[in-house]
């Protein structure tokens, strides 16, 4: 997709660092696991949230979140975008922290619509709306 470096921020370096090795080289990971790592790293454009959501995010999490959320991105005119794949709460604290620093944020219930979309194709041979999923997900009605 382009994108690079890739920053993984958790708490356990030791965890990071095993999924950074799984990750080909070329993928350019960075680990963000203290403050100053968060303040040296490029601004980020894309972000993918995977913080259990029935739980608060770790305090020691919080300001390297802050930090990498809150830097400027330069005048390209694109929008930074959080792309959440917890599915409850609708809106996450993750979201609403992305949100207060501007970013647009996506909620993980539109990811569970565009996996049944492909996933039921893949299944069937069939393509159905992804306006009929996103209903059907979201319990609203056709």
């Not at 894309?46 to 259990?52: D, N, Q, R, S």
């Not at 029935?54 to 390209?76: A, C, F, N, S, W």
Request: aromatic share 6%.
């Amino acid at each position: 997709m382009g994108y690079s470096p890739l920053y993984l921020i958790g708490r356990n370096r030791k965890s990071l660092v095993n999924v950074q090795s799984s990750l080909p080289p070329s993928y350019n990971v960075s680990l963000v696991t203290e403050p100053d790592e968060a303040t040296s790293a490029l601004p980020a454009s894309v972000a993918i949230g995977t913080i259990p959501a029935d739980q608060p995010i770790d305090e020691k999490i919080v300001p390297l979140l802050e930090t990498m959320l809150g830097k400027e991105r330069g005048g390209d005119g694109k929008q930074a975008i959080l792309l959440e794949m917890a599915y409850k709460p609708a809106v996450t604290a993750l979201m609403r922290l992305a949100t207060e620093k501007g970013w647009k944020t996506v909620q993980g219930l539109e990811v569970l619509a565009g996996q049944g979309v492909g996933q039921f194709e893949l299944w069937t041979g069939i393509r159905p709306l992804l306006g009929h999923a996103r209903k059907a997900v979201f319990g609203e009605e056709l």
